[in-house]
């Protein structure tokens, strides 16, 4: 079954995800200019575009500043909780919390790129619910999403089809298992900015993908790693 308890910011899930997404999207200590929109859209860290209530820094991120590579993950940790509002529009939280973990982190990265899951993705997923068989959906990633753009992100999407049936990312190293976090007890407090020890990521990512910053923009700006 389950495993019952409150599900926090900076919980094994979320700090896996956080990697799991560095890996994907990369991670730097000094603002940069958005490849698309330049200096208009400054971006730090995992992908971010402002800073969260409770860090040092307030607003949009601006040239100039810099943060740590520890600061950057619980940023990112703290984006992840107001990502995960716009899936709860469109898969009830409820419904959320059966999801195996590695089923959750491929449609969070999901939707850090495209703003949303889609109809027809929310709709492979509540039959898997139901079914326990989830299949269908990492065949979605596989055979339409990887194909977008011109199969741009097809790298990313493969490694999240993997999450979905084996709970496994190949590119981060990062196991979700096959086992559902609760999220029946979503906390909104923040934690102190720290780490568990022990942290492999390789952060050093050519080719950042910012189509998963905080505006959820749809296209996308990476290159093929």
Avoid: C
């Amino acid at each position: 079954g389950a495993p019952m308890g409150a599900f926090t910011v900076g919980g094994s899930y979320e700090k896996k995800l956080a990697k799991l997404l560095a890996s994907y999207e990369g991670l730097r200590t000094a603002a940069y200019p958005d490849p698309a929109h330049g200096w208009s859209i400054p971006t730090i860290g995992i992908g971010a575009t402002f800073y969260p209530p409770g860090f040092r820094l307030s607003g949009k991120v601006k040239k100039g500043d810099t943060i740590t590579k520890e600061e950057a993950y619980w940023i990112k940790q703290q984006h992840i909780k107001s990502h995960r509002q716009r899936l709860f529009k469109e898969i009830a939280a409820g419904e959320y919390s059966k999801l195996p973990d590695g089923v959750k982190a491929a449609l969070e990265s999901k939707v850090f790129n495209y703003g949303s899951l889609g109809s027809t993705l929310t709709g492979l997923v509540n039959e898997g619910v139901e079914s326990g068989n989830y299949s269908q959906v990492e065949a979605y990633f596989r055979n339409k999403l990887a194909l977008h753009n011109g199969g741009i992100n097809d790298w990313r999407r493969n490694d999240e089809a993997g999450l979905i049936s084996h709970g496994k990312s190949k590119r981060a190293k990062i196991d979700f298992g096959s086992a559902a976090t609760s999220l029946d007890n979503v906390s909104v407090a923040t934690e102190p900015m720290r780490l568990d020890g022990g942290d492999t990521t390789d952060t050093n990512v050519a080719g950042v993908d910012l189509s998963g910053t905080e505006q959820g923009k749809g296209t996308e700006a990476s290159n093929r790693l």
